[in-house]
């Protein structure tokens, strides 16, 4: 029959077309309709790897007395190390490690410490208090404009010659790798030594410190999750006298 009337066939063909397009597009609305709202689609890989990083501040502490130098003895982060002064050494380490910047404390011998760093890209902060303890260093480091608005802080000792540029990557990948939400511990052996990675959200008990403490009663206390990462002996290697210095292969000037 639909040879005799084409035309009313080829009618019949086109409607049955449109009428299964408007269905399907009808199904099509529908199930946009039903899908949930404010649910965010999960990262593709890509995405997931062009998040940003949690930023590190490295903060080096340099400011303190040396007292057990002796009165008028040389100080030690003057002390030279391969023909540099220590203080100059570690903030190079700090420079050449994974970080977003590097702050430097200065106190007790300011002007000679200072010049010690002269051409190296860090910010110098001045700790007037530097004679009350590494409190006031602590709050001064992490309270300085280039520190403040980091996710965590690398607290540096200026007399820590050993540690390694490695060893600062190691904790700020572990650091990253939870997010900047842990605090991150140098240890040797599972004793716990320095540097130290404290996460922005102890920000607020840092600032209640005070005298001559650090940050380890804060780590203990703080119910964050530690994160000990082995750096061997230079973990514990600092050089508080004459005699620490020259057996860590220092020379002593002025």
């Known amino acids: ?38 649910v965010a689609p999960p990262l593709r890989d890509n995405e997931k790897d062009n998040r940003l990083p949690a930023t590190v501040a490295a903060v080096v502490l340099a400011a303190g ?79 300085s404009v280039v520190a403040r608005d980091a996710n965590g802080v690398l607290v540096m000792l200026a007399d820590m010659p050993a540690v390694t540029v490695d060893d600062l990557d190691a904790l700020i990948s572990s650091f990253r790798v939870a997010s900047g939400k842990a605090i991150v511990r140098a240890v040797s052996r599972g004793k716990r030594g320095n540097p130290v990675i404290l996460p922005r959200s102890l920000g607020e008990a840092v600032m209640r410190l005070e005298g001559d403490v650090g940050a380890r009663h804060l780590i203990e206390a703080s119910g964050i999750p530690v994160i000990d990462v082995d750096i061997g002996d230079a973990a514990h290697l600092d050089v508080d006298t004459p005699e620490a210095v020259i057996a860590a292969g220092g020379i002593l000037i002025g």
């Open 1 to 38: 029959m639909c040879a005799v009337l084409t035309e009313n066939c080829f009618d019949l063909m086109l409607n049955s077309i449109l009428t299964v397009r408007r269905r399907m597009r009808d199904v099509i609305v529908v199930a946009i309709r039903e899908l949930p709202m404010n």
């Open 65 to 143: 007395k040396a007292s057990r130098m002796g009165e008028s003895g040389p100080h030690k982060l003057l002390a030279e190390f391969d023909g540099e002064p220590l203080v100059r050494r570690v903030a190079k380490t700090a420079l050449a490690a994974d970080v977003d910047s590097v702050i430097v404390l200065t106190g007790h011998r300011r002007n000679e410490v200072e010049a010690a760093l002269l051409g190296l890209e860090v910010t110098i902060v001045y700790n007037p208090g530097y004679a009350s303890g590494m409190a006031s260093s602590l709050i001064s480091g992490y309270s």
